[in-house]
């Protein structure tokens, strides 16, 4: 299993242009998350998916969104970047029932370094 | 508004001494606890949990304690190894959340296990 892969690793974005993160998990869990980390913090939810067409809010949902057609992907997508969105860009997974998640935790990708300038 | 706060960004422990990583909290619906481990250009791992209804857990050289009435939790490596040097993060989940999805995160502490 390659577990969740993360692209791209590195992108540098100019104020107002618009990207999608890509995210792929192949462990068939039906739990996705998207995170960003700012430097010295911790990591904040952005958005999470329970499921195929099921997304929803997270803690910091503004300037982004979200689409999950199929178990596998979760991208995210910035439509006018703005330099407020310079991050760590993490994605997640997880299996099961809640209490599956709070024994095991979630999988995270190695993340998505962005820039924007 | 921190609700999770790890006090120390850095810890530095002599090899096979114990680290000790400390957690606060003050949310009193936080019903679960996690601690994730970061190495450099990779993303967190989960290492280990605890349910508030407990005051302890291990996994083989990792054990968490949890002091509810101080709000404090604290993650303890024995024997401490050059591996272990990473990022640790503490996460905690409110039961008003209804399932995982909503954890919150310390800001973590780096821990340097010198040879």
Not at chain 1, 52 to 62: F, H, L, R, Y
Not at chain 2, 36 to 48: D, M, N, R, V
Not at chain 2, 83 to 103: E, H, K, M, P, T
């Amino acid at each position: 299993n390659a577990g969740v892969t993360q692209t791209p690793k590195f992108r540098i974005l100019k104020i107002g242009q618009s990207m999608t993160l890509q995210c792929t998990q192949d462990m068939n869990h039906n739990y996705m998350y998207w995170y960003r980390q700012d430097p010295g913090m911790g990591l904040k939810l952005i958005y999470y998916s329970v499921g195929a067409g099921i997304t929803d809010k997270g803690e910091v949902p503004n300037g982004y969104n979200v689409s999950r057609s199929t178990t596998e992907d979760f991208p995210l997508r910035l439509e006018l970047a703005a330099p407020s969105q310079t991050s760590v860009y993490f994605c997640a997974s997880s299996s099961g029932t809640s209490g599956t998640i709070l024994l095991r935790g979630q999988y995270f990708g190695p993340g998505t370094r962005l820039t924007v300038t | 508004d921190q609700q999770v706060k790890q006090n120390s960004p850095s810890l530095s422990v002599q090899e096979g001494r114990i680290s000790i990583l400390n957690c606060d909290y003050t949310n009193s619906m936080f019903d679960y606890f996690l601690w994730y481990k970061k190495y450099p250009a990779e993303g967190p791992t989960f290492l280990i949990s605890i349910s508030s209804i407990k005051d302890k857990n291990e996994d083989g050289r990792f054990t968490v304690f949890l002091n509810k009435s101080a709000k404090h939790l604290s993650l303890h490596i024995v024997p401490s190894q050059p591996g272990d040097s990473a990022v640790y993060f503490c996460a905690a989940r409110a039961i008003s959340s209804g399932s995982a999805r909503q954890l919150t995160f310390g800001s973590g502490t780096q821990l340097t296990v010198l040879p």
